[in-house]
């Protein structure tokens, strides 16, 4: 339990860490780099996130069995599992330096149309560096999913703080001294690699976790594949999802235009992150809840226990950036980067309704019933290529984001959850209704109050800071008279006290 507690503060404060780094760090490197630079690597970074799908689900696949052979006390269908999984994992590692190589080969007519000679020729060395750190730091996934499956929250989530803080002091060294795209690369790969060295250790060492091969079964290949293959068509959804537009922009446009769209979902980026914190330490019980059969009533009170939770803290920022967020961009980007501001309001807006079923994910996951949303999710990201290439030709950064928020309320909110609801037994009624009580318009009159802030004067960072630290009393205060339960009210003084006991 101690595990799962601070695995969930632990997960916050690394958000924390990563966003305030990256919100000091990102304007630095696009100062540094120039906005073509900034849209090149933003690009060639997509670009690599599509070979990085390659890993076919297994990391999320390896939290499931070793949590399910955990369950079963079973060591050694543990071991045997895991020896297939990194055989795996080596196949694939092969097979990234073969697609790699291919599309390196062909980077220039892919991208000649929209890229100056110099641009390809610099977009050829990063590519290189990143495709093949991928290949050597794949199988990390496996050791990455072994501490989850034995719920070791803590050290993960120390270990990602401490690469985000070294990450930023290099980084910020080496562009000061004159480096630029390159250097950065670099950096990644190197830190990858030292990461999942240390992964390795912790397994072996700590966890005293063994890869060994008992019996050669084929049925284990069967049942990973035939678990893995539908997340697998998952992940490659969400690279259609959240970065088929840098590739269609960096194809038919340029890569200023690639940096003006890439800001706008990296904002949606960081929005995202704020609920998956919560629901990805909670796979392990969800997996033991439904070995021990729980009922589709017990599994809703946990999805409406954390979606309220993820609520409040998404309509914090959420309703904060509708006030504030075009100021903050011009402050934090600069000239230039304006409509990165209505780019990522378009696809938070939808994603506030999304974002608190996160935990139906897990549920899924555990209940090997996430067939349907690969499926689903699969068809309407095809859409969503077609709309964003469609849209993209005519309006731009702003058409590749309406593309992707059509397929996102297509897919994740109507499709979702009428599965929810026949199929999974969730009662997804009860769930918004529960959501509904007093959460929805505390946030609207939140938002309707706060619209007073504007009229302060000013656009320094002084100023934003002020509107928003009463903008946060505001919410606060709303959500505590009209929006939280009594359960959400103990939880909060509770973890008040405790803190306040600390000092």
């Given at each position: 339990?101690n595990?799962?507690?601070?695995?969930?503060?632990l997960?916050?404060?690394?958000?924390?860490?990563?966003?305030?780094?990256?919100?000091?760090?990102t304007?630095?490197?696009?100062?540094?780099?120039?906005?073509?630079?900034?849209?090149?690597?933003?690009?060639i970074?997509?670009?690599?996130?599509?070979?990085a799908?390659l890993?076919?689900?297994?990391?999320?696949?390896?939290?499931?069995?070793?949590?399910?052979?955990?369950?079963?006390?079973?060591?050694?269908g543990?071991e045997n599992?895991l020896?297939?999984?990194?055989?795996?994992?080596?196949?694939?590692?092969?097979?990234?330096?073969?697609?790699?190589?291919?599309?390196?080969?062909?980077l220039?007519n892919?991208?000649?149309?929209?890229?100056?000679?110099?641009?390809?020729e610099?977009?050829?060395?990063?590519f290189l560096?990143l495709?093949?750190?991928?290949?050597l730091?794949?199988?990390?996934?496996?050791?990455?999913?072994?501490?989850?499956?034995?719920?070791?929250f803590?050290?993960?989530?120390?270990?990602?703080i401490?690469?985000?803080?070294?990450?930023?002091?290099?980084?910020?060294?080496?562009?000061?001294?004159?480096?630029?795209?390159?250097?950065?690369?670099?950096?990644?790969?190197?830190?990858?690699?030292?990461?999942?060295?240390?992964?390795i250790?912790?397994?072996?060492?700590?966890?005293?976790?063994?890869?060994?091969?008992?019996?050669?079964?084929?049925?284990?290949?069967?049942?990973?594949?035939?678990?893995?293959s539908?997340i697998f068509?998952s992940?490659?959804?969400?690279?259609l999802?959240?970065?088929?537009?840098?590739?269609?922009?960096?194809?038919?446009?340029?890569?200023?235009?690639?940096?003006i769209f890439?800001?706008?979902?990296v904002?949606?980026q960081y929005?995202?992150?704020?609920?998956?914190?919560i629901?990805?330490?909670?796979?392990?019980?969800?997996?033991r809840?439904v070995?021990?059969?729980?009922?589709?009533?017990?599994?809703?009170?946990?999805?409406?226990?954390?979606?309220?939770?993820?609520?409040l803290?998404?309509?914090?920022?959420l309703?904060?950036?509708?006030?504030f967020?075009?100021k903050?961009?011009?402050l934090?980007a600069?000239?230039?980067?304006?409509?990165?501001?209505?780019?990522?309001l378009?696809?938070?807006?939808?994603?506030?309704v999304?974002l608190?079923?996160?935990?139906?994910?897990?549920?899924?996951?555990?209940?090997n019933m996430?067939?349907?949303?690969?499926?689903?999710?699969?068809?309407?990201?095809?859409?969503?290529?077609?709309?964003s290439?469609?849209?993209?030709?005519l309006?731009?950064?702003?058409?590749?984001?309406v593309?992707?928020?059509?397929?996102?309320?297509?897919?994740n909110?109507i499709?979702?959850?009428?599965?929810?609801?026949?199929?999974?037994?969730l009662?997804?009624?009860?769930?918004?209704?529960?959501?509904?009580?007093?959460?929805?318009?505390s946030?609207?009159?939140?938002?309707?109050?706060?619209?007073?802030?504007?009229?302060?004067?000013?656009?320094s960072?002084?100023?934003?800071?002020?509107?928003?630290?009463?903008?946060f009393?505001?919410?606060?205060?709303?959500?505590?008279?009209?929006?939280m339960?009594?359960?959400e009210?103990?939880?909060?003084l509770?973890?008040?006290?405790?803190?306040?006991?600390?000092?």
């Amino acid at each position: 339990m101690n595990q799962l507690k601070f695995g969930i503060y632990l997960s916050y404060a690394s958000l924390f860490v990563t966003n305030i780094i990256n919100l000091i760090l990102t304007p630095f490197i696009m100062r540094n780099l120039g906005q073509s630079a900034f849209g090149l690597y933003m690009l060639i970074g997509a670009f690599v996130g599509y070979i990085a799908v390659l890993d076919f689900g297994l990391s999320n696949t390896t939290v499931r069995f070793v949590a399910m052979y955990r369950a079963k006390n079973d060591k050694r269908g543990e071991e045997n599992f895991l020896f297939s999984t990194f055989i795996i994992y080596s196949i694939i590692s092969t097979i990234i330096l073969i697609v790699g190589s291919i599309i390196f080969i062909n980077l220039e007519n892919i991208f000649r149309n929209s890229l100056t000679i110099k641009e390809i020729e610099l977009a050829k060395v990063m590519f290189l560096i990143l495709f093949i750190n991928l290949a050597l730091t794949m199988p990390m996934n496996l050791f990455k999913g072994i501490i989850s499956g034995y719920e070791r929250f803590v050290f993960p989530r120390v270990l990602t703080i401490a690469r985000i803080l070294l990450r930023a002091i290099v980084i910020f060294i080496l562009l000061s001294l004159g480096y630029k795209a390159i250097a950065i690369v670099i950096v990644d790969a190197i830190f990858n690699v030292i990461i999942m060295l240390i992964s390795i250790l912790y397994v072996f060492l700590k966890l005293d976790v063994r890869l060994r091969l008992h019996s050669l079964n084929m049925s284990i290949f069967k049942e990973i594949f035939s678990y893995s293959s539908l997340i697998f068509i998952s992940v490659v959804v969400d690279q259609l999802y959240w970065r088929i537009g840098h590739l269609v922009l960096g194809i038919i446009a340029s890569t200023s235009e690639v940096a003006i769209f890439a800001i706008g979902m990296v904002l949606g980026q960081y929005f995202i992150t704020f609920s998956t914190a919560i629901s990805g330490v909670f796979l392990p019980k969800i997996t033991r809840m439904v070995f021990k059969d729980a009922s589709g009533e017990e599994l809703t009170d946990l999805l409406i226990k954390t979606g309220r939770i993820q609520f409040l803290i998404l309509g914090l920022v959420l309703g904060g950036f509708i006030l504030f967020g075009e100021k903050f961009i011009l402050l934090w980007a600069g000239p230039g980067y304006e409509i990165s501001w209505l780019i990522a309001l378009i696809v938070m807006i939808p994603l506030l309704v999304v974002l608190t079923q996160t935990i139906g994910i897990s549920i899924l996951q555990a209940k090997n019933m996430h067939g349907f949303r690969a499926v689903a999710y699969l068809c309407i990201s095809i859409i969503n290529v077609l709309i964003s290439i469609y849209l993209a030709k005519l309006y731009g950064s702003i058409g590749a984001a309406v593309g992707t928020t059509l397929s996102l309320i297509l897919g994740n909110i109507i499709a979702m959850n009428i599965y929810y609801h026949v199929k999974v037994r969730l009662n997804i009624p009860r769930f918004y209704l529960e959501m509904s009580k007093g959460l929805l318009i505390s946030f609207i009159g939140s938002i309707a109050i706060g619209a007073i802030l504007l009229f302060i004067p000013g656009d320094s960072w002084i100023t934003l800071i002020i509107q928003c630290f009463i903008y946060f009393i505001i919410y606060i205060l709303t959500m505590w008279f009209f929006g939280m339960n009594n359960y959400e009210k103990r939880m909060f003084l509770n973890e008040f006290n405790k803190i306040k006991g600390k000092f």
